[in-house]
């Protein structure tokens, strides 16, 4: 069936990317399953393009319909779980609670799904949260966060910020112990955790996180040429070019500009002087630049540009940009990187900055790994053992706190 499929996926993915008038892309040998990779890229741009074709007839727009196609759909009974729909301060969530009794407290987790700030559900992310939970044990708690381009930032961020509050403010309802709280979120979600738990680094007056786990985190939008975004800029799931754009759609609702974002023309030079000694491919181990990294040029800045993405350096949106005395009183942190993944330098400069820190980090990287390969997990036969791998990552790491 692999063998039928495989001619027509490369088919569909030369006809989308010509209709989408998009760069060639590229599948490593080095990556987990690449001919099932080239199957899930082939409905990824399929899905875009039928999308655009929609959206240019008027019949809807093409965030819409990739939302419509993504939307998953929700299970039925776990025989495992108690599962409700809540709202947590007028913020939709979804409550996963282990049926089993307990000796003591559970853990609780309060997860914000991946999707660019613009794709993503409650049922998208059903499967991972149902495992998370049943494998560690825990109260799971899934925030359903408003998507741009309708809401722009920090919408996103305070419905995260807001539903973890309420759930720390009234953790006792749901057998939780408020000492053992984590942060949780892949993609979009990993930065929005991350910034949830800078926010509440400093708050006395809530019980301290116990814990944050970023899953391939975005969290600049200051360097779109870091090693990792010129080696994996045309794999998928996460193009380059799409990394500029969700962050620009989170940002003001539209992706204006995005070509002058992804040359670095949109950060003042004192601004770049200033943020290199955390942003910068000097500190990117030697040993994740053998695929080839050229040095860059710097390109004329353009104060117009700078105008409209200035919040890019507010550390709410990108929290690589924290200062010290923010980061040096986070919790304990698992950081999980894939090797094919634009995202991958940012994960291992946050974790430089942690440990920088004293903050205590536990890294898993996935050599065989790309981007959103979690979210695939039991998804339409589109799994992938890697991602299996990241998770249950995630589940020892939650065990042993």
């Known amino acids: 069936l692999l063998l039928l499929l495989l001619p027509l996926a490369a ?3 030369a006809l989308a990317t010509v209709l989408l008038g998009l760069p060639s892309y590229d599948i490593p040998p080095g990556v987990n399953q690449p001919a099932k990779l080239r199957l899930v890229l082939a409905v990824l741009l399929g899905t875009a393009a039928l999308g655009k074709i929609l959206e240019k007839t008027g019949l ?7 939302r419509y196609v ?11 779980l108690f599962i409700q729909d809540l709202q947590f301060n007028k913020v939709p969530v979804r409550v996963y609670q282990p049926k089993a009794t307990s000796d003591g407290r559970r853990r609780g987790i309060i997860f914000f799904h991946g999707g660019g700030w613009v794709f993503g559900s409650l049922d998208t992310y059903e499967k991972v949260c149902r495992y998370i939970s049943r494998e560690s044990e825990s109260v799971v708690v899934s925030v359903q966060y408003r998507l741009a381009p309708e809401h722009k930032y920090p919408a996103a961020y305070e ?7 309420h759930f720390m403010k009234n953790i006792e309802h749901y057998g ?11 993609s979009a979600g990993g930065n929005l955790a991350a910034a949830v738990s800078q926010t509440l680094a400093g708050r006395s007056d809530l ?9 391939y985190p975005g969290l600049q939008a200051l360097d779109f040429n870091l090693p990792s975004y010129q080696q994996n800029r045309g794999v998928p799931l996460l193009f380059r070019e799409r990394a ?10 539209d992706a204006l500009h995005m070509q002058e974002v992804l040359e670095g023309s949109h950060i003042p030079p004192d601004m770049r002087l200033k943020y290199r000694k955390w942003v910068s491919p000097d500190n990117i181990p030697e040993k994740f630049k053998v695929r080839g990294v050229k040095p860059l040029r710097p390109t004329d800045f353009i104060a117009e540009v700078y105008e409209t993405v200035k ?18 009183q986070l919790p304990e942190s698992f950081i999980l990187t894939c090797e094919y993944d634009v995202l991958r330098d940012d994960g291992l400069l946050y974790k430089k900055r942690l440990e920088d820190n004293g903050v205590r980090v536990t890294w898993y990287h996935l050599e065989d790994g790309f981007h959103g390969i979690i979210s695939l997990y039991d998804y339409c036969g589109f799994s992938f053992p890697a991602g299996k791998r990241g998770l249950d990552s995630v589940v020892n790491f939650l065990k042993s706190l």
């Open 244 to 253: 500029a754009f969700f962050a620009l759609q989170y940002l003001n609702g």
């Open 70 to 80: 993504r939307q998953g759909r929700k299970l039925g009974v776990d025989p495992k």
């Open 159 to 165: 419905d995260c910020l807001n539903a973890t509050i």
């Open 60 to 66: 809807c727009s093409q965030i819409s319909f990739g």
């Open 207 to 215: 019980p301290k996180l116990r814990a944050q786990i970023l899953i």
């Open 11 to 13: 088919l569909a993915v």
């Open 176 to 186: 939780v112990d408020p000492a053992n709280v984590i942060v949780c979120g892949d």
């Open 311 to 328: 919040r890019f350096c507010e550390p709410n949106l990108c929290p690589l940009l924290a200062e010290d005395a923010i980061i040096h």
